[in-house]
């Protein structure tokens, strides 16, 4: 096969991610793809981020096969070194988290001239890692791990201010969204918040995203034209464990055995990722949802660390006896990659976090989507386009209505709508299965091409 073809010259490759779970994992899934086609590859996080990928089972075999670089941080008296990452972080502090990260622009410095890669690999948050590999004559390419419809939509927003003119009507954001953004951004740097417009700008020939032309040809070629570069896309960078290298014990796990006893097709998944939270009112209208729905379920509920909260008092009084038998809810963890390849699972009801989605197409589940904040908006409605999705509109004042929920969940399990959309989603994943390790076999060649640039490579 391709990938395990050797190279003549072997690349160094430093890698940035965001320190976020849902950004680490897409880089780690390239590092992979990197590593098999013989490139050395250096991966550079923080502790608190590579501690907790070392402590994965999904992780932490591979880590020992490249080379991990931790990167510290200024520590703050409200931001040590064990909050280095936005996992259990408040939202509040993210943007702290930001401006920390932009600060260690000099020690990220000290790693490039130690290491010297021909090449860096940086998130759409770090145009200040592109400068500094800049300054040592290291071409640098920024790696998107969301897909190109709405980066583009990002880049259309930050740099004419406004939505209009936008040139896919599909794709949109609703005014109580975008007056929402504004709010939640209002108190960014302002160097953060031209960050991405400076970190596509660096990009050095192309910007590599994670996405395949079937999913988005027309959105990559339009953000190749408006960036005047190549959006390059990686192919779908899903995470799919081997059967004895998933997650832990998942083939055991009891809710593994819950699904077993359910009909094919019958059952929905219900996650909104690992790092939002639902409000109460929130909680309480997914259960109500789910309940006059009549659907089976797993449902993935989650609070914020420190929150002291139990199931049984989050959701409406008595629900958990109404629907016993037919629904389980897990907190805070669940096999994802196992429950979604198991034959009882018909939909996903999730907030349209591009990992999520991707993985979604790959088991061939149609989607129920609740996006929550920024791009997720931009996803659902794209999915809604190919015809995958059925999103669960918010009222005027931007609520929830478990009634909704609860149409859009027999939509997708009972109605021929659903059946329609599962065939089209199953259609996708064949397409681009047919066109297997093209996207990262061209993504290797492109930066094969730049390190060359550098005089990079040793035989």
């Not at 096969?1 to 897409?26: D, Q």
């Not at 991966?43 to 490249?66: D, E, G, H, K, Y």
């Not at 510290?72 to 408040?90: C, E, F, I, Q």
Request: charged share 25%; glycine share 8%; with cysteine.
């Amino acid at each position: 096969m391709a990938e395990n073809k050797p190279a003549s010259r072997r690349f160094r490759v430093l890698m940035l991610p965001w320190l976020a779970h849902g950004h680490v994992v897409p880089y780690l899934e390239l590092a992979k793809e990197l590593h098999h086609r013989n490139f050395v590859v250096h991966f550079s996080s923080t502790p608190a981020v590579l501690a907790s990928l070392q402590s994965a089972p999904n992780s932490s075999a591979f880590l020992s096969q490249i080379h991990t670089v931790p990167i510290h941080l200024p520590a703050a008296a409200d931001l040590p070194p064990s909050r280095h990452t936005t996992k259990d972080l408040p939202r509040h502090q993210i943007f702290a988290l930001c401006k920390a990260f932009r600060m260690s622009a000099p020690a990220l410095s000290l790693i490039l001239d130690e290491i010297e890669p021909d090449l860096l690999v940086y998130d759409l948050f770090q145009p200040w890692a592109a400068e500094a590999a800049a300054s040592r004559g290291i071409p640098a390419v920024c790696f998107c791990i969301t897909g190109a419809a709405s980066i583009a939509f990002t880049h259309h927003l930050l740099l004419r201010g406004s939505t209009a003119g936008f040139p896919f009507p599909a794709v949109f954001m609703t005014p109580n969204e975008l007056r929402a953004l504004r709010e939640n951004t209002g108190s960014i740097d302002p160097e953060d918040r031209v960050a991405i417009l400076k970190s596509l700008e660096l990009s050095n020939d192309a910007v590599l995203t994670n996405t395949s032309r079937e999913i988005e040809g027309k959105y990559i070629d339009h953000l190749s034209a408006v960036l005047g570069k190549s959006a390059v896309p990686t192919g779908s960078l899903v995470r799919v464990p081997g059967k004895n290298g998933g997650e832990e014990k998942a083939e055991d796990h009891e809710i593994l055995r819950f699904l077993d006893g359910k009909q094919r097709q019958s059952t929905v998944y219900i996650s909104f990722g690992s790092e939002y939270y639902l409000s109460e009112t929130e909680i309480h209208e997914v259960a109500k949802g789910l309940e006059l729905s009549g659907a089976n379920f797993v449902w993935v509920v989650r609070f914020p660390a420190g929150k002291e909260a139990k199931i049984e008092d989050s959701v409406p009084e008595g629900f958990l006896d109404r629907v016993k038998g037919r629904g389980v809810i897990l907190e805070k963890w669940a096999p994802q990659i196992q429950i979604l390849g198991h034959q009882s699972v018909g939909g996903f009801v999730m907030q349209c976090g591009w990992n999520s989605f991707l993985e979604s197409i790959h088991f061939d589940v149609p989607l129920i989507a609740i996006p929550m904040h920024s791009e997720q908006f931009i996803t659902a409605r794209m999915a809604a386009e190919l015809g995958i999705a059925t999103e669960v509109m918010r009222d005027d004042d931007g609520r929830l209505h478990g009634e909704d929920i609860a149409k859009a969940v027999k939509r997708v399990l009972e109605e021929k709508e659903g059946e329609e959309m599962r065939g089209k989603v199953k259609e996708l994943n064949a397409a681009m299965a047919i066109k297997g390790k093209q996207g990262i076999d061209d993504t290797a060649a492109l930066l094969s091409r730049l390190c060359l640039t550098s005089g990079g490579g040793k035989a």
